[in-house]
């Protein structure tokens, strides 16, 4: 498969994220049947935003979207790591990693050929390296963009800036199932 990415960021730390936003997107098919033994396509896009007003003191809020197709004719088979599931610390909080998508045999999730992912986040400062937060978060993968229902998810968590990475620790609902889950991931959203 040829891919092609494209790759814009403007963010003041990364460390520490406040103001600036991402954008990301990548695009790749095969050459008809040449070296494939499927014809399709695959693109992704991701983006995000984070807006801290003047008075730091009131937080920073965070917008980010994530949407996926991959285009193969009826039929046509297409490798199941080239389609997309979601849910989990770094998508959907509130639900497992990657339990959002087709219910397969035994419990499995089928991964599918549409994605839509979004998230609404505000950080709001408690100590300098430390911030609370309140999130909710949407999203789903199915076998096209009119197949879905979108799964919802919302949640409290706690930041710390440290001097390596950030570290996030959340507590989230997941509407669907009505479980709550815990979740913890190292590193930036982006």
Same mark, same amino acid.
């Given at each position: 498969?040829?891919?092609?990415?494209?790759?814009?960021?403007?963010?003041?730390? *990364?460390?520490?994220?406040?103001?600036?936003?991402?954008?990301?997107?990548?695009?790749?098919?095969?050459?008809?049947? &040449?070296?494939?033994?499927?014809?399709?396509?695959?693109?992704?896009? +991701? %983006?995000?935003?984070?807006? #801290?007003?003047?008075?730091?003191? /009131?937080? #920073?809020?965070?917008?980010?979207?994530? =949407?996926?197709?991959?285009? =193969?004719? *009826?039929?046509?088979?297409?490798?199941?790591?080239?389609?997309? +599931?979601?849910?989990? %610390?770094?998508?959907?909080?509130?639900?497992?990693?990657?339990?959002?998508?087709?219910?397969?045999?035994?419990?499995?999730? /089928?991964?599918?050929?549409?994605?839509?992912?979004?998230?609404? *986040?505000?950080? &709001?400062?408690?100590?300098?390296?430390?911030?609370? =937060?309140?999130?909710? @978060?949407?999203?789903?993968?199915?076998?096209? &963009?009119?197949?879905?229902? /979108?799964?919802?998810? #919302?949640?409290?968590?706690? +930041?710390?800036?440290?001097?390596?990475?950030?570290?996030?620790?959340?507590? %989230?609902?997941?509407?669907? @199932?009505?479980?709550?889950?815990?979740?913890?991931? /190292?590193?930036?959203? &982006?």
């Amino acid at each position: 498969m040829l891919t092609a990415s494209w790759k814009r960021q403007s963010i003041e730390t *990364e460390l520490h994220p406040q103001n600036g936003y991402y954008l990301d997107g990548k695009i790749g098919a095969t050459l008809g049947k &040449f070296l494939s033994s499927t014809q399709m396509a695959r693109a992704t896009a +991701r %983006a995000g935003y984070f807006f #801290t007003p003047e008075n730091k003191k /009131l937080g #920073t809020f965070i917008v980010r979207g994530q =949407a996926g197709y991959v285009y =193969a004719r *009826e039929g046509e088979e297409v490798p199941s790591g080239l389609m997309f +599931r979601t849910g989990g %610390a770094t998508s959907v909080r509130g639900y497992e990693l990657d339990s959002i998508g087709l219910a397969g045999p035994n419990g499995s999730i /089928l991964p599918q050929r549409a994605l839509v992912v979004g998230s609404l *986040e505000y950080q &709001f400062p408690v100590t300098k390296s430390f911030s609370g =937060a309140i999130f909710h @978060d949407v999203g789903d993968a199915a076998s096209n &963009f009119k197949h879905m229902t /979108l799964k919802h998810g #919302t949640g409290l968590g706690v +930041r710390w800036f440290s001097p390596v990475a950030p570290f996030s620790f959340d507590i %989230a609902y997941g509407h669907h @199932d009505k479980k709550i889950r815990w979740h913890i991931s /190292l590193g930036t959203r &982006f």
